[in-house]
């Protein structure tokens, strides 16, 4: 079967590239691993990403998620873009509530960060809610049905290969031709997207990483802070190594989550739309930028994320602050003894310092005495901490013109082309690419 356009991946930056190919005469594939928004049960693979599984944070601002200036893409453009994405995400149901608009309560917590040493990035943004975020997926994923976009799922994608009319794409289901190939594997494919390409001879440079935790405490801790912008980007540099640690994906009131994936398991949070946990969350990153010899990031991160499985015994590993501090492991009584509940049990209390690198667990402390400052408590010997939560923003492709890359036709779009990270920054690099694979067309 011969398509104008294949898309690899059903995440944000596939479905948003799909829609802005929707309405053309071009004859477009989305191949897809996963299930259906409904049917789905696994929180890397299926339709909509890892954002149908996510709280649905929208950041709606271009300071936040990725850089325009690497992906050709105007400020004014890239304003456009991102209003597009939020038009999209209203018509299909996400609703109407917006946070970090207030500027004279911005500044105010701005002021309050600078003086602890802190950068506080300020934004708009939307929250959807884990529950509401996979009915408005659902339905962008029947609206681009209803408009004839064809969906392959449960199809894994396997070889790309160049041929003289375009790709061959070897899946599990036959092989697939296609014109033009757009790659939006998310995250969870960066690291098969990264072989393939290499093959093709596109294969991307070596980016940086984020590896880190996710730190769970008491929610009226940051309760001021969420009333002025509800996931708050705070970014720190460390007195000892003068590396940046930074919040990511805070979720009031939400619940820790386990992220498996084949080799190891992973932590991440969500907040839903009417449970609520006592607790909030947010991952805490140390970014990661590896020099000769060792410059291969993927497979650093990969290392890091596999001993902590081994420790974890196949699970997350869960420590009280306190102990992490103090250089011993936690163990299930401590855990119990403590005011606040985990809202992640399938865990195994243990020692982070033992799976995480001595200058990724400094850079961590040194992070949270910092934040503090800002969110008073946070430092407190009860604050529970999982481990590891890692990024894998980590390979880069050298794109041109509407995410293509120097082999004609081949495209890389959403989080596993190193140039966004998130839901909206994602679709804005799956419109940019289909535009361009319609002008080329016109």
Known sequence: ??????????????????????????????????????????????????????????????????????????????????????????????????????????????????????????????????????????????????????????????????????????TSGGSVHARSVIAAPGRVGAYWLREQTRKLGVGPAFGPLDIGVRVEFPAELYESIERVMYDAKLRVLTSTYDDMVRTFCTNPRGFVVREDHEDFVLVNGHAENKRKSDNTNFALLVHMELTDPVEDTTQYGRAVAQLASTIGGGHPILQRLKDLQQGRRSTIDRIRRLPIHPTLEQVTPGDISMALPQRIVLNLLEAIERLDRVIPGLAADSTLIYAPEIKFYDTRYDVQAGMETKLPGFYVAGDASGHSRGIVFSAVTGIYAARHIEAKAS
Do not use: W
């Open 1 to 170: 079967m011969t398509y104008d356009v294949a898309i690899i991946g059903a995440g944000s930056a596939g479905m948003f590239a799909a829609l802005e190919l929707a309405d053309t005469d071009l004859r477009v594939v989305i191949l897809e691993s996963g299930l259906p928004p409904k049917e789905r049960t696994s929180i890397t693979s299926g339709v909509g990403g890892g954002g149908t599984f996510s709280d649905g944070k929208l950041n709606l601002s271009s300071k936040i998620g990725g850089n325009p200036q690497a992906i050709g893409c105007s400020s004014t453009e890239l304003d456009a873009l991102i209003e597009q994405v939020d038009a999209e995400f209203t018509r299909c149901g996400a609703p109407a509530q917006y946070s970090g608009e207030n500027a004279h309560d911005l500044a105010q917590l701005k002021q309050t960060a600078s003086q602890a040493g802190i950068e506080f990035i300020a934004g708009r943004q939307r929250h959807i809610g884990t529950v509401t975020i996979r009915g408005v997926i659902d339905n962008l994923y029947h609206d681009l049905l209803d408009r004839g976009i064809e969906f392959r799922l449960s199809t894994k994608v396997g070889a790309i290969a160049a041929e003289d009319s375009g790709f061959r794409l070897d």
